[in-house]
Antibody, heavy 116, light 110 residues
Framework: EVQLVESGGGLVQPGGSLRLSCAAS????????MHWVRQVTGKGLEWVSV???????YYADSVKGRFTISRENAKNSLYLQMNALRADDTAVYHC??????????WGQGTVVTVSS | QSVLTQPPSVSAAPGQRVTISCSGS????????VSWYQKLPGIAPKLLIC???KRPSGIPDRFSGSKSGTSATLGITGLQTGDEADYYC???????????FGGGTKLTVL
């Protein structure tokens, strides 16, 4: 069974940093693109970033230059380093697995709150 | 404003059929696969449709997807109260080199 479990969320002050982690199991992690998607309470889904199997990375304009996605295949883990956090980064962050034409498995999410 | 455009809400009676539209451009829907997701409060999104019209294992055939040009449609037949949720379309955007979602559509089963 595919499982994705996020951790690392919490309360941080504006301008601060957090590192999210996603532990993957039940599949060959290294052979899948992995994404982060977030959702602000009461708002829609927002795609954040992807890292493909070759290690290429892409970001939403809203986080470019502040967030860094990475993966450690030996540990079946995905990461999101978030710097210069702003109030509008407050959201639930989901780790999700990319397949052809979709995102087929999602973690329950970790809550990030940016507030003073 | 979302790159993909969905109606904010749709409604229909139990047992009826409903469609949800998703409009984009040649940079996303017109040239990339469309996917659809169901989102219930407090629960992770669920993939309903991938590759424009394919249902992942376990998704009932009451759910269907189609695409024409730069627009896509999710269809749900035999509506059940359990189908009440928010529905999102998604795609890759070649111009942005980024994933994009629609703003979401709230389905009410009257």
């Amino acid at each position: 069974e595919v499982q994705l479990v996020e951790s690392g969320g919490g309360l941080v002050q504006p301008g601060g940093s957090l590192r999210l982690s996603c532990a993957a199991s039940g599949f060959t992690f290294s052979t899948y693109d992995m994404h982060w998607v977030r959702q602000v309470t009461g708002k829609g889904l927002e795609w954040v970033s992807v890292i493909n199997t070759a290690g290429d990375t892409y970001y939403a304009d809203s986080v470019k230059g502040r967030f860094t996605i990475s993966r450690e295949n030996a540990k079946n883990s995905l990461y999101l380093q978030m710097n210069a956090l702003r109030a509008d980064d407050t959201a639930v962050y989901h780790c999700t697995r990319g397949v052809t034409g979709g995102l087929d498995s999602w973690g329950q999410g970790t809550v990030v709150t940016v507030s003073s | 404003q979302s790159v993909l455009t969905q109606p904010p809400s749709v409604s229909a009676a139990p047992g009826q059929r409903v469609t949800i539209s998703c409009s984009g451009s040649s940079a996303n829907i017109g040239s990339e696969y469309v996917s659809w997701y169901q989102k219930l409060p407090g629960i992770a999104p669920k993939l309903l449709i991938c590759e424009d019209n394919k249902r992942p294992s376990g998704i009932p055939d009451r759910f269907s997807g189609s695409k024409s040009g730069t627009s896509a449609t999710l269809g749900i037949t035999g509506l059940q109260t359990g189908d009440e949720a928010d529905y999102y379309c998604g795609a890759w955007d070649r111009s942005l080199s980024a994933g994009v979602f629609g703003g979401g559509t709230k389905l009410t089963v009257l």
